[in-house]
């Protein structure tokens, strides 16, 4: 069965500054990988996603991951964090079935620093 | 493009009561996703719909939670009796097409908490 883990329950940066959230995964195949937001009081949003191909994928808001199989990796960056990015951050990894789950990983809150 | 709709936003209520959430998913979608997300914890999904049949309730606690997709489109989530470590943010999501690469829409969840 697939799993997620992210490391970092909570990170603080500073307004400006750069980001990096990590995440790792467990799955046997080649997954398939999303990382979403969660503003306070708001449901879900895709921020990005990777099947397959180019191993660093571009997202909206600035945001852009990087798969690297060897680590089991697909770590989330922003070389400049805005106030508005505060908010919880969610990777998760899909299966290639009919019966698909996602299965996301507990989150990372992010607050920024003014 | 209208979004997920959900209701109730918020719901209160005690222990061994029931409570019932509505989702309306986008127009069109026909794949339909209720998840539970525990304070601190990331979504976990409950059952997954296909129009209106069920295509995955494995971990769907079937003794006290029910669900239907009638006609495939809304959807009910009901819980009864409610405990207390079924306070929790349920999500519904919605998705053009079944497998990993059918983007999720969320809505705004209903927050429950049971007393």
């Known amino acids: 069965a697939q799993s997620v883990t992210q490391p970092d329950i909570h990170i603080t940066v500073s307004e400006g500054a750069s980001l990096e959230l990590r995440c790792n995964y467990s799955?046997?195949?080649?997954?398939?990988l999303f990382w979403y937001v969660q503003s306070p009081g708001q449901g879900l949003q895709l921020l990005l996603k990777?099947?397959?191909?180019?191993?660093l994928v571009q997202g909206i808001k600035g945001f852009e991951a990087e798969f690297k199989r060897s680590q089991s990796s697909f770590n989330l960056r922003k070389p400049s964090v805005h106030w508005s990015d505060a908010a919880e951050y969610f990777c998760a990894v899909g299966e290639d079935n009919y019966g698909q789950n996602f299965v996301f990983g507990p989150g990372t809150r992010l607050s920024v620093l003014p | 493009e209208a979004g997920v709709a959900q209701s109730p936003r918020y719901k209160i209520i005690e222990k061994r009561q029931s409570v019932a959430f509505w989702c309306n998913p986008i127009?069109?979608?026909?794949?339909l996703y209720w998840y539970q997300q525990i304070l601190g914890q990331g979504p976990k999904l409950l059952i997954q719909f296909q129009n209106n049949g069920v295509v995955d309730d494995s971990q769907l606690p079937k003794d006290r939670f029910s669900a239907e997709r009638l006609k495939g489109v809304d959807s009910t989530l009901k819980i009864q009796p409610a405990k207390l470590e079924d306070s929790a943010v349920y999500l519904c999501a919605s998705s053009q097409q079944p497998g990993p690469t059918g983007e999720l829409f969320f809505g705004e969840g209903s927050r429950l908490t049971v007393l």
């Open positions: 990777y099947f397959s191909g180019d191993t």
């Open positions: 127009s069109g979608h026909a794949t």
């Open positions: 799955y046997g195949a080649t997954p398939y």
